[in-house]
């Protein structure tokens, strides 16, 4: 039977280490337990908070209502044909962990996602993207819980609406659903991508013989270590603001004044600013009051004093209202926060 723990300060939970309490938390490892935590939360009428490893959410204040940390274990090959291989992973599974497990089964696919913080189950929430690879390009389908009859749905590809860091469960179904499940289409044979500059760059001298899925992950796993702060040492949760998508008009204006702004094709009408670009030029970088910005790349934002969350929204306020001004450029937000 689980444990519903009272007063529950969430600091280990979340990786910008926000100091929040929840009224309760739980954790749940199979289905029985999440029915019977969704049982306590309608009986006592409580929110909830669904935790995976908290990797992409901002606890500004104390949670008014039960966490549920989803645990579900397990990964297991369930079909292949000629040329993919079909792994299904239990939603608490590590994602770092399973892009690891599923290369050394020499399944590939996964290798641009490497060393991505966070589990499973969370990952489609944003469809989750790095060096040119997003989760929609690996995905089978997964399987969630809907929270108030307490069935369980099989979510294709399309029925999961996903988009850029987006997905149904980001909007018309939006708190709806627990993911206990994802099933992955991965390759018998690799299918590289390395388009992205930082990946060209250091792929250069190596022969094309010689570029594996493996040799890929590692060198986005050193590009990560390099670039990003480990939340471990220093809390943050990533890119604070997801790249802003504007049309060609929009870009041609900004390029009058700042030529060499960073854009790429989104398709005939808009393109893809890279945030962190606007943000450094801004003038952010370094930028430290209570929370952050990180050195290496201005859109993480930092909580090195462990505050709570409204620490970083408040730095995060003040850069979305200096990049609007300075190049007339809405952030949007990526993590979500809560209450
Ligand atoms: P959480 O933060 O626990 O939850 C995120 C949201 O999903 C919450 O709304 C939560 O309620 C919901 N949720 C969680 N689990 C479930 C479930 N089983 N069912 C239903 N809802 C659920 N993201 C990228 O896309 N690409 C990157 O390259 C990337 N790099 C990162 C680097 C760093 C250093 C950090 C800290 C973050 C990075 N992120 C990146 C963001 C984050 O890691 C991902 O969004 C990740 O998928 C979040 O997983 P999580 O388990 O930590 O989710
Ligand atoms: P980067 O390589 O410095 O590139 C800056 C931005 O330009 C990226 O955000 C990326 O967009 C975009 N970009 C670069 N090359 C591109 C291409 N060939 N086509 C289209 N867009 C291109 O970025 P970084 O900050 O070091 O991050 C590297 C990758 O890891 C990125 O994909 C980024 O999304 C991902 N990442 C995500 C998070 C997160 O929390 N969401 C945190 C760290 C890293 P995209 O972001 O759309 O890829």
Redesign the pocket.
Known sequence: MSLYLPHFNLQNYNTLASPVCADFFVSVKDEAELMAALKFAKENNLPLLVLGGGSNIVLHDDFPGLAIHIQFMGKELVREDAEHVYIKAAAGENWSDFVDYCLDEQSWGLENLSLIPGNVGAAPIQNI????VELKDVFSELTALEIKSGLSITFTAETCQFG??DSVFKNALKDQFIITSVTFKLTKTPALKI????LRDALTNVSADKITPELVSQIVCD??RS??PDPKTIPN???FFK?PIVNTTTLAAIQQAFPNV?A?PVDENSV?L?A?WLIDRAGWKGFSQGAAVHEQ?A??LTNPNRLRGSAVLEVAELIKASVLTKFGVELEQ?PRNYP
């Open positions: 993207g790095a060096y040119g850029y860091r388009h992205y500059p930082a590009i990560r670039k990003l949760v990533g890119s790249n960073v790429y893809k890279a962190g790349q859109l993480v990526e």
